[in-house]
C-alpha cells in the first residue's frame, strides 16, 4: 500500500474508506480523519456525497472541519484502502454485500457497523470458495450517534466509549478490535463470536419501544425530543423487551450489556433507571429528535434485523419470548407491513450456526 506517515501520537495512519453517506458515514469518516487517517466516502445511491467538496464540517462531540475525498464508484473507494468500514441501514445489505463482496479485494479487511442479523456471515457467504481473505469484523453498533446538518456537515451528539467487537473467523477478533480502536478510538471489548454483537447492540429495544409509543407524533410528522419520552411507561417496555433478549442471549452462552450500559457509553451519563438516564441524557445538551416520518429505521431496519432476528434465533430453542413477538406484531399493524422478511437468514443454517461462527463460511 505504499508508505504510511504517523499522527502525532506516534500511531499509523490508514487509508479508510467509508461505504455508506448517511449521517453515520460521513461522522466516522470524520472522527477517523480527526485521528489522523485519510479518509474516503462512497454513497451507494451518489446522493450522500452531493454537495461535499473535499472536507465534512463536524459539530457536538467532535468539533472542527476535515478532510473527506469522494469516490464516484466503488472500485475508486476501495483501491489503496487499507481498511473498510460499511455503515448502511440493515435493510440495505441484501442489496449492497453482493456488490461489495464481489468487488473487495481479498486482503482487505471489512468492518461491519452495526453488524445486525449476522450481515459478516452472509458476507462471507457470498464469498465463499474465494480462498484466504482478510477477516470480516462485526461492530454491535456504531462508533457514534450522529445527525446529517447539511450536505457537508454534521452532529455528533455522542462518541461510543465501548463498542463490543468480533470477527470471522473468531481468531481474528483481537486484529479486529485493535483495527476499530486504532481509527475511531473506542474501547472493543471482545466478543467469542459475530452472534453475540448481533445481540449486544440496544438500539432495535430502544427503538421499537419508543417508534410504538410514539407512532401518532411520527405520523404527523411532529418534533419530539426522544430521550425525554423515555418515560416510565416506555421504559417498562423497554425492559421486558430487555429481559427477553438477555434470556435468549443465556440460552445461547452469551452476555449482553444492559440497555443502561449501552447508553452509559454512549452518552456518559451514570447508570440507573432508564427513565433517569433519559432524562440526565436530555439535561446534558444531547438530546435528539425522534423520527418524524413513517419510513423510519427504528421500525424498517431495527425490527426486522433486529427484534425478528431475535424471534428467528429463539425459535426452536425453548426459549419463549412473548413480549418482543407482541411488540412486533403490534408494530406490524401500526406501519402496515411485514416487519419479519429477513433476506440475510435465508442462506443460513440456524443449526450449522456454531461451526459458522468459529470458522466462518468456504475458508
Known sequence: MGERRHDGQGRKAMRLSVLGAGAIGPAAAALAASRGHEAVLWSPSGRGTM?????????????????????????????????VLLAVPAYAFPALLPRIAQAMPAGLPLLIAP???????????????????????????????????????????????????????????????????????????????????????????????????????????????????MTEATCRLMSALEAERAALAAA??????????????????PQGRLAAMGAAIA????????PAEMETRYVTEDVPYGLSFYLWLAAGRGVAMPRTAATVAVLEV?????????????????????????????R
Open 51 to 83: 454537495g461535499l467538496d473535499g472536507r465534512i464540517a463536524a459539530e457536538g462531540a467532535l468539533s472542527g472541519v476535515f478532510p473527506l475525498r469522494v469516490a464516484q464508484g466503488l472500485e475508486e473507494a476501495l483501491a489503496s484502502a487499507d481498511a
Open 115 to 229: 453488524a445486525a442479523s449476522l450481515a459478516p456471515l452472509a458476507f462471507e457467504a457470498l464469498r465463499a470458495g474465494l480462498g484466504p481473505r482478510a477477516p470480516v469484523g462485526a461492530l454491535a453498533t456504531t462508533p457514534l450517534t450522529a445527525r446529517r446538518l447539511a450536505p457537508d456537515r454534521v452532529r455528533i451528539p455522542a462518541i461510543r466509549a465501548a463498542v463490543d467487537v468480533a470477527a470471522v473467523p473468531a481468531a481474528a477478533t483481537p486484529e479486529i478490535a485493535t483495527l476499530a480502536t486504532a481509527l475511531f478510538g473506542h474501547a472493543c471489548p471482545a466478543a467469542p463470536d459475530v452472534l453475540q454483537p448481533a445481540l449486544a447492540n440496544a438500539n432495535p429495544i430502544i427503538h421499537a419501544a419508543l417508534a410504538l409509543t410514539n407512532a401518532t407524533r411520527i405520523e404527523r410528522g411532529e418534533a419530539w425530543p426522544q430521550y425525554e419520552l
Open 252 to 269: 445461547l452462552g452469551y452476555v449482553v450489556p444492559t440497555l443502561a450500559e449501552a447508553l452509559h457509553r454512549a452518552s456518559g451519563v
Open 283 to 290: 439535561a446534558s445538551g444531547r438530546a435528539v429528535l425522534g
Open 334 to 362: 401500526l406501519w402496515g407491513r411485514d416487519l419479519r422478511a429477513n433476506p440475510l437468514l435465508e442462506a443460513l443454517d440456524a443449526a450449522g450456526l456454531p461451526r459458522l461462527l468459529r470458522e466462518g463460511i468456504g
